[in-house]
Nanobody
């Protein structure tokens, strides 16, 4: 079993920055892609950014040029640097990873509990 713990959310004014962190722990044989999703009230969960084990990245259209995803493979941690924040970025941000608990275990998808990001205008 893999646990994901997010941190770094909070309240920030429009134009400000926040940095989210997500640390994976537990029975980890391999971590594959790690990413961030967000879900606002009444809306579907959407991709924010994802990064592969090799460092390839993909961003949602609404955050391109403002957000940056990175990872520290030695610490099983993924980061999301959010700059030029807008009120419409207000949401619960969830960490996500595909991981294998042992060499014989199947790849499974895990989610963190979410962290609130609120951007005031």
């Amino acid at each position: 079993q893999v646990q994901l713990v997010e941190s770094g959310g909070g309240l920030v004014q429009a134009g400000g920055s926040l940095r989210l962190s997500c640390a994976a722990s537990g029975s980890i044989f391999s971590l594959y892609a790690m990413g961030w999703y967000r879900q606002a009230p009444g809306k579907q969960r959407e991709l924010v950014a994802v990064i592969t084990g090799g460092g390839m990245t993909k961003y949602g259209d609404s955050v391109k040029g403002r957000f940056s995803i990175s990872r520290d493979n030695a610490k099983n941690t993924v980061f999301l640097q959010m700059n030029s924040l807008k009120p419409e970025d207000t949401s619960v941000y969830y960490c996500n990873t595909d991981a294998r608990g042992s060499s014989s275990a199947p790849v499974m998808t895990y989610w963190g509990q979410g962290t609130q990001v609120t951007v005031s205008s």
